[in-house]
């Protein structure tokens, strides 16, 4: 196989952005593109620099999955997580070692975010349903009313450095999570 073509293995479903920054250099490097490659990332880091100026620094951000039975938080650990992270907010840490746990609303009121981002996988969802148990009011998020249901494509499938300017971009187009409090 190494004479057909080169074979590099690198991580991508469970990386974080970091790693994937390190993946992107590698995969310029070994196809030639080492200097357009870098000349790519530099403008990403400047880009991501620029969003990271537009959000309150240390505002506590959450971002999970929703399906029918199931909220699924993105930690600083995931990839989602880890970008949100770079931008400056504060981002839960991994939970009993799991790094994306399924977890309730009991533990997502523990969380308490300030901002709350929400990628719906299915019409019925669980954050739907949660919106009508009387908990719900106690989470900061929602008293605020800074819930936000965010593209599950781009947010929870999509890796890169399109995909995290895009979550960045995202991230500062709402009007709302650009005044929170610090």
């Known amino acids: 196989m190494q004479q057909i073509a080169p074979v590099l293995l690198l991580k991508s479903r469970n990386e974080t952005y970091a790693e994937n920054l390190q993946s ?6 070994m196809v030639g593109k080492k200097r357009e490659m870098q000349a790519r990332l530099e403008q990403h880091k400047e880009r991501m620099a620029q969003w990271a100026s537009q959000l ?3 505002t506590r951000v959450a971002f999970g999955t929703s399906r029918e039975q199931q909220f699924n ?8 997580g880890s970008v949100l992270a770079s931008l400056g907010l504060n981002v839960p840490a991994a939970m009993a070692g799991a790094s994306m746990p399924s977890i309730g609303l009991e533990q997502l009121l523990a969380v308490n975010p300030a901002w709350l981002l929400v990628a719906h996988y299915r019409e019925e969802s669980i954050v739907k349903r ?5 908990l719900w009011q106690m989470l900061t998020a929602a008293q605020k ?7 599950s494509n781009t947010w929870a499938r999509m890796r890169g450095i399109f995909a995290a300017e895009r979550i960045a971009a995202d991230t500062v187009k709402s009007s709302t999570i650009s005044r929170l409090p610090l």
Do not use: F, Y
Request: no cysteine.
């Open 56 to 58: 309150p620094k240390g």
């Open 145 to 151: 009313q800074q819930v936000a249901s965010v593209d």
């Open 24 to 29: 992107a250099a590698i995969i310029g490097e």
């Open 130 to 134: 949660w919106q009508q148990d009387p």
């Open 73 to 80: 938080l993105h930690t600083q650990e995931t990839w989602t």
